[in-house]
């Protein structure tokens, strides 16, 4: 960490620390969930399922994104156990949230008999804000970020200088692909939340599969820029490859969907 950079902590109030990472996927999820009670309500799906829903999901997302990541550092964490807890470090894999989530929501509906496929479109771009504010706290921790380049390089890319300093990382310049998939995520959001009411132009489940397809192909590029990616095997990037099985598979899908029965649209429920 540079001298100049941001202090990782955001307050400090007796024994209590709140740092920068945890406040900001925090906000991230507070306002994902109020779009998401929005679209509910616009798609006739009582808010308070969406509630219900929330409370069961984040908690496990949070697990299944630390379990995600100490699996594949589990020769580090092995010989310190202890570090296992400490989320604030960070550490979060958002493959691993996401994966969790999706379980925990087919699990939900099916027992709350809710249409799964509608829920999951109107969670996805709440996903993306969450996962754009997100990004941001691993700005201020100085992690998920890029190769060693120049201070001119950033500042061709008319990047603020308190962005650019906070690249400053062990003496080096890093690539700011934190940025980066930050940046494409919001552009994700906003064609999604363009299109999304356009009458006929999305199936039920195609909201959300429109998504996979954007964050996973957009996260295969930048994942081969960064230097902390977890491995499989050497050379072998996880993100990367489970970035381009779904994007595989989610067009697969909407494709043998269309074939196999007429789907309702999306905005078919609009009151």
């Not at 679209?39 to 379990?67: C, H, M, T």
């Not at 996962?131 to 190769?147: D, S």
């Not at 200088?161 to 080096?172: C, D, E, K, P």
Request: aromatic letters at 14%; charged letters at 10%.
């Amino acid at each position: 960490m540079s001298s100049t950079a941001f202090n990782p902590i955001f307050l400090t109030w007796g024994p209590f620390t709140i740092r920068w990472y945890g406040l900001l996927i925090t906000v991230g999820a507070l306002l994902g969930i109020s779009l998401a009670l929005h679209e509910a309500r616009l798609r006739q799906v009582d808010p308070d399922q969406i509630v219900d829903l929330v409370l069961w999901g984040v908690p496990f997302a949070l697990i299944g994104a630390r379990s995600y990541y100490v699996l594949f550092q589990w020769p580090f964490y092995a010989q310190h156990p202890s570090e296992i807890w400490k989320i604030w470090h960070g550490g979060l894999a958002i493959y691993g949230g996401l994966i969790a989530a999706l379980l925990v929501t087919i699990i939900f509906t099916h027992h709350r008999h809710l249409p799964v496929w509608l829920i999951l479109d109107i969670a996805s771009p709440s996903v993306l804000i969450g996962q754009i504010v997100g990004r941001w706290g691993n700005f201020m921790n100085q992690e998920a970020f890029g190769a060693i380049t120049s201070r001119a390089f950033l500042e061709n890319l008319h990047l603020p200088n308190w962005i650019i300093q906070q690249m400053l990382i062990n003496g080096h310049y890093r690539q700011p692909t934190f940025l980066y998939e930050s940046l494409w995520n919001l552009l994700g959001l906003i064609i999604l939340l363009s299109l999304r009411h356009r009458p006929h132009l999305f199936k039920q489940g195609e909201v959300f599969l429109t998504y996979v397809i954007w964050y996973a192909f957009g996260r295969f590029f930048i994942e081969g820029m960064r230097t902390d990616s977890l491995y499989l095997a050497a050379g072998l990037r996880v993100s990367q490859i489970l970035s381009g099985i779904l994007f595989v598979a989610a067009i697969l899908m909407i494709i043998y969907r269309r074939r196999q029965r007429a789907l309702p649209d999306y905005v078919a429920n609009q009151s």
